[in-house]
């Protein structure tokens, strides 16, 4: 008996679906393959003329650019509008040179997309690295440096909602200078385990903000912090935590001000339009200090509130300064260990009020207000539940105005 079949023949259209997914499988495999563009230019040049190994660079956000060498150069980004890509990398090897990647032509600035975008500095790095182009984010992004040159970033950057992190290894300085403007709630994360210093200048936020600062070096704030009327959050488990002494923090509105982190806060001037609580709630220290002024652009009071909850040191001191006329308000409180202390000058311009209110087992008004100016009446209320809490002043009180009094009360 035969027991053999004959295999009937497929048509060609019965396996046309079986090749279109291949087809369309090969295509995206294709398109989600890096492409990666090396520099290769005898010195300074164009992106759209220079030698590159891979050819001139398309944008896209899998597209890898490679910058090394042993000399300084300039490398000049005119590839019409903006060009996008997933990795920044340096390895510069000459020591005391800089690479510089800057904008001409008709190009309009950097994006970093894709996936996990990065901009990257060697380990071998020696370079001083400058980007002076106008850069976007649209996905979280890494800046890291591992070498042992300065990173300067002195284009402004656009993150709208993305998180902005700054890491690495090395003893290079990272410097962003040029200003980053957030469009919503997002977060900047300082996690560089190096000694290596970072510094950021002038930022926007668009909505409530983390700060966070997870390395051993503080990360420093410069310039104008513009907060609009948003929360800020200030963590990390970096010991450095974060030196704005010398940046402008400007609230346009009623905000929050948190300290959560292990290392210590400080702010330099403060510029306050409404209503700000500044709570400390770990136990690093919460330092406010040069000038405030307070009530701007206000015809009523405007309250600041020191609440320390946690069991380090918050100090409000330098000058502050309450521009409305009636309604101001210093509270102090909250129910942690720590103590709190005003100290520095206190101008009050029109009726104050000062209350201590806090109901933890330590926590403490010192009250070194070396001079206090009263254009108007002026209350203070010791509120006090515990009796280790208590109100000093130290310094002297002048009275401006011949209707002031000095109440105190409670």
Do not use: E
């Not at 890509?85 to 990647?101: C, E, K, S």
């Not at 509270?331 to 009726?351: K, M």
């Not at 209110?357 to 207000?369: C, E, K, Q, R």
């Amino acid at each position: 008996m035969n027991l053999s079949r004959t295999a009937t023949p497929r048509s060609w259209a019965s396996l046309l679906p079986i090749s279109i997914a291949a087809l369309m499988l090969s295509i995206c495999v294709g398109d989600a393959k890096a492409q990666t563009y090396t520099w290769n230019q005898p010195g300074s040049g164009n992106w759209s003329s220079a030698v590159w190994i891979g050819g001139t660079p398309a944008s896209g956000s899998t597209t890898i650019l490679n910058f090394g060498g042993t000399t300084s150069y300039t490398a000049t980004d005119n590839i019409a509008g903006i060009f996008t890509l997933n990795q920044l990398n340096f390895d510069g090897t000459g020591a005391g040179t800089t690479i510089t990647i800057d904008l001409g032509g008709t190009a309009t600035g950097l994006n970093f997309g894709g996936i996990s975008p990065v901009l990257d500095i060697a380990a071998t790095n020696v370079a001083n690295i400058t980007i002076s182009a106008a850069t976007s984010l649209s996905a979280s992004t890494v800046f890291t440096n591992d070498g042992s040159g300065f990173l300067n970033f002195t284009g402004p950057i656009a993150a709208g909602t993305n998180s902005f992190t700054v890491n690495g290894s090395g003893s290079g300085n990272t410097s962003i200078s040029g200003g980053i403007t957030f469009t919503g709630a997002s977060s900047i994360i300082n996690s560089s385990t190096g000694t290596g210093a970072t510094t950021i200048t002038n930022i926007t936020l668009g909505g409530a903000t983390t700060i966070t600062n997870n390395a051993p070096t503080a990360l420093r704030l410069r310039g104008l912090i513009n907060a609009g009327a948003n929360n800020i959050v200030f963590n990390g488990t970096g010991a450095g935590g974060v030196n704005g002494l010398n940046s402008i923090l400007r609230l346009t509105g009623n905000s929050n001000i948190t300290n959560s982190g292990t290392g210590d806060v400080s702010l330099g001037i403060l510029l306050l339009s409404g209503s700000t609580t500044f709570t400390n709630s770990g136990a690093s220290n919460f330092t406010l200090s040069s000038t405030i002024f307070a009530g701007m652009g206000r015809s009523s009071g405007s309250p600041i509130a020191l609440v320390n909850n946690g069991s380090g040191t918050m100090t409000l001191s330098g000058v502050t300064n309450f521009l409305v006329p009636y309604g101001n308000v210093v509270s102090v409180g909250g129910t942690g260990s720590g103590n709190t202390i005003v100290s520095g000058t206190i101008n009050f311009g029109g009726n104050g009020l000062i209350v201590n209110n806090g109901t933890g087992t330590g926590v403490t008004l010192m009250g070194a207000i070396t001079t206090l100016n009263l254009a108007g009446p002026m209350t203070v209320v010791t509120n006090n539940n515990n009796n280790a809490n208590s109100l000093t002043i130290l310094g002297s009180i002048t009275i401006a105005a011949t209707n002031a009094s000095f109440i105190f009360n409670g």
